[in-house]
Nanobody, 112 residues
């Protein structure tokens, strides 16, 4: 059974940066596309970034600001978030694409 443990969220001012981490139990990097999702209050969960065999893709809203990467040795998926905006405020989750069971997520709040 694959599990996802996200961390690294917090409160940051607009224009700031955060790096999210997700430890993935089970060796799945070579078999599945990995993604970061987010859900803001009142909104549906959305996919913001994916990575598969080094190929990445991003939602238009985060392109040029967010970078997804993986460490196979550490079974970890990262999301580097720069130039954060208040509209980036959400709970962030990592998962496969398409997703399976969800982890707890990590809260990101961008506010002055």
């Amino acid at each position: 059974q694959v599990q996802f443990v996200e961390s690294g969220g917090g409160l940051v001012q607009p224009g700031g940066s955060l790096r999210l981490s997700c430890i993935v139990s089970g060796s799945i990097f070579n078999n599945y596309r990995m993604g970061w999702y987010r859900q803001a209050p009142g909104n549906q969960r959305e996919l913001v970034a994916t990575i598969n065999s080094g190929h990445t893709s991003y939602a238009d809203s985060v392109k040029g600001r967010f970078t997804i990467s993986t460490s196979n040795a550490e079974n970890t998926v990262y999301l580097q978030m720069n130039s954060l905006k208040p509209e980036d405020t959400a709970v962030y989750y990592c998962n496969t694409q398409p997703p399976r069971q969800w982890g707890q997520g990590t809260q990101v709040t961008v506010s002055s």
